[in-house]
């Protein structure tokens, strides 16, 4: 049974897109994020765009909900394969990412793994700065599903099946042909 590892944000939610549509007189579409992290596209700091984002997933990730074909596909296929999911988010704020991953997948993903992201007042980890770090380290993962092209072919290179999931800010494969392709066998 192959192992499939998630990405959460923007790959299991729309976290991004929901958290757009909060800022206040933007100007920029979701289509118009071509870059990520899209702080210059905003004209603002990286370190402003961080502390934004963090403050929406501490006041909102709780009622983000799942992106619709993939919690689809579990339902259909999800008993096929083994799952993890595997986040780069703040240490802050993945005690909300894990309870959001268990709340609305955890029938099907029954391991939760972070690779934390640092920030000024929490510098990160001395091991596994990164996800190929987590995934050279547990070496299970046969398949990886992210929309961050750094992370894919970090994973390809360790031998992994690297999905790119499509994001206006990434040349990936369409949610549904990524999961159309996958094969249980
Ligand atoms: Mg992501």
Not at 83 to 99: G, N, Y
Not at 126 to 152: C, E, M, T
Request: charged letters at 20%; hydrophobic letters at 45%; one cysteine or more.
């Amino acid at each position: 049974m192959k192992t499939i590892v998630w990405d959460v944000d923007d790959v299991l939610n729309s976290l991004t897109r929901t958290w757009l549509e909060t800022q206040p007189d933007c100007a920029l579409t979701f289509a118009g994020l071509t870059e990520n992290p899209p702080h210059r596209l905003l004209g603002i700091s990286r370190e402003a765009y961080l502390r934004s984002l963090d403050e929406f997933r501490l006041s909102r990730f709780a009622a983000l909900e799942p992106a619709v074909p993939v919690r689809r596909w579990f339902e259909a296929h999800g008993h096929q394969f083994r799952h993890v999911a595997l986040t780069a988010t703040p240490l802050e704020t993945a005690p909300l990412s894990a309870a959001w991953v268990m709340r609305h997948f955890g029938r099907w993903i029954r391991t939760f793994a972070v690779a934390p992201s640092p920030r000024p007042d929490d510098p990160g980890p001395v091991i596994d700065p990164s996800k190929a770090g987590y995934l050279r380290w547990w070496g299970r993962a046969d398949v990886l599903i992210d929309d961050n092209p750094a992370h894919v072919s970090a994973a390809r290179t360790l031998g992994i099946t690297g999905l790119l999931a499509a994001q206006p800010w990434n040349r990936g494969i369409a949610i549904e042909q990524i999961l159309a392709g996958l094969n249980g066998e």
